[in-house]
């Protein structure tokens, strides 16, 4: 027993002095902004949507990766228009199906470090249980209570099975032709071990 004691102390020192470690994220400072519009962008709607948990990565030269999950039941409309029902239709199941997948969530694979806190992020994002890469820019910026990371991303819906009145889909009226494009505005706050 005392051996595996030693063990797994030598281990944690040799990550700690390697830089090696995880972050968990506050997710109420933490938060998804998302807008999406009809194909014309004639009728706009944002709102936003929630962490339930995540944890940042790093080693030595910095972040490293991260993953996060998102609370699909938190998704609230903001534009103040049609919100109830609005709320209501993205829940159901043509849209994000959050009775059948609560959860949506993002993986980041692959970080390549840029001057000034800018990052190239690719990432693995699941959403309806269906995974797609994405890659997207980030910036990470450094304050005295904590660290912010800081990414905007557009995504095409369809990709993730969410084809409701899609622009590909023949026999949409016009009007009601809703963009496959859903615009996110993410921002990650979290304390730094250091």
């Known amino acids: 027993m005392k051996k595996i004691i030693i ?18 994220i506050d997710t109420e400072k933490s938060v998804i902004k998302w807008s999406g519009s009809n194909l014309f962008k004639f009728n706009q709607h944002y709102g936003t949507v929630k962490f339930s948990g995540g944890e940042i990565f790093t080693n030595k030269d910095g972040l490293s990766g991260g993953k996060f999950i998102v609370d699909m039941n938190s998704i609230v409309n ?55 890469t994405i890659k997207f820019n980030s910036i ?20 993730w099975g969410i084809n409701y009145e899609s622009q590909g889909l023949v026999g949409s009226v016009k009007d009601d032709i809703i963009s496959d494009a859903i615009e996110f505005e993410v921002t990650i706050f979290f304390r730094l071990l250091c």
């Open 7 to 24: 063990l797994l102390v030598s281990i944690g020192t040799i990550s700690i002095a390697q830089g090696q470690g995880s972050i968990k």
């Open 78 to 132: 903001t534009d103040g228009k049609y919100n109830e029902m609005l709320v209501s239709h993205l829940k159901h199941g043509d849209f994000f199906d959050v009775k059948k997948h609560p959860e949506a969530k993002l993986e980041i694979q692959q970080i390549k470090h840029g001057d000034n806190g800018q990052m190239e992020i690719d990432a693995l994002l699941t959403i309806k249980g269906i995974s797609r």
């Open 140 to 159: 990470m910026e450094k304050g005295p209570k904590g660290s912010l990371l800081k990414s905007k991303f557009i995504i095409d819906r369809t990709r």
